[in-house]
């Protein structure tokens, strides 16, 4: 039920489950933000027509600490289960772009710093 992920990262296992997606299993609706090594999509998974919000982070620009943070990364977020936090989905690697791909809830109120200064 479980594979393992972390063999791209050369570090020990991690689970995730079996049945992992691919960024084709997805339609990209539009980009929601950019960050120094990554990028966030709001998408639609084709299996579910359900929509979420998917990190893609470029491998190949990091250092490998900076690698093993992005793998702590999944490890925290597949970890957490509480309602006042953005739910992680699955986490997988797209060969094609050497990019660490993080699939999560799809908030579409804002993030906190917004709320913040709205209010």
């Not at 299993?25 to 998917?54: C, E």
């Amino acid at each position: 039920m479980y594979r393992l992920i972390d063999r791209k990262f050369g570090s020990e296992t991690n689970k995730m489950n079996e049945k992992s997606e691919k960024i084709t299993d997805f339609t990209i609706i539009k980009k929601l933000g950019d960050g120094a090594y990554s990028s966030v999509y709001k998408v639609r998974r084709h299996d579910d027509n359900d929509i979420y919000a998917l990190k893609k982070v470029k491998l190949l620009s990091l250092s490998e600490k900076e690698k093993e943070n992005a793998l702590n990364e999944v490890r925290i977020l597949a970890s957490i289960d509480h309602p006042n936090v953005i739910a992680f989905r699955d986490a997988f690697i797209d060969e094609p772009s050497s990019s660490l791909c993080l699939v999560m809830e799809y908030a579409d109120n804002g993030d906190v710093f917004q709320k913040i200064c709205n209010y």
